[in-house]
């Protein structure tokens, strides 16, 4: 069984990845260690109060409404910076 303080380090890991990235939530659970992907719901459900795929969702729509892009390599730019210069 996992620390609280190792749980929160995972979860805080993935809410990066699932707002930066497109990778599947499956792959996401494994690279932040988890060997299944219901604990790491279970788990980042806990922490969160949401399920990863609705942060996910929620996190898409703060950069939307921000104007900010995501490339393929994870940096964002603000598209009303980048239009100025």
Do not use: Q, W
């Amino acid at each position: 069984m996992l620390h609280p303080a190792d749980r929160l380090i995972r979860v805080t890991h993935a809410k990066k990845l699932l707002a930066r990235g497109d990778l599947p939530i499956t792959l996401i659970s494994i690279n932040v260690g988890y060997n299944d992907v219901t604990t790491f719901e279970r788990n980042f459900r806990k922490i969160v109060r949401e399920s990863p795929t609705a942060y996910r969702r929620k996190m898409r729509r703060a950069y939307r409404a921000h104007n900010i892009t995501i490339s393929a390599d994870n940096s964002t730019t603000n598209a009303e910076t980048t239009a100025e210069h």
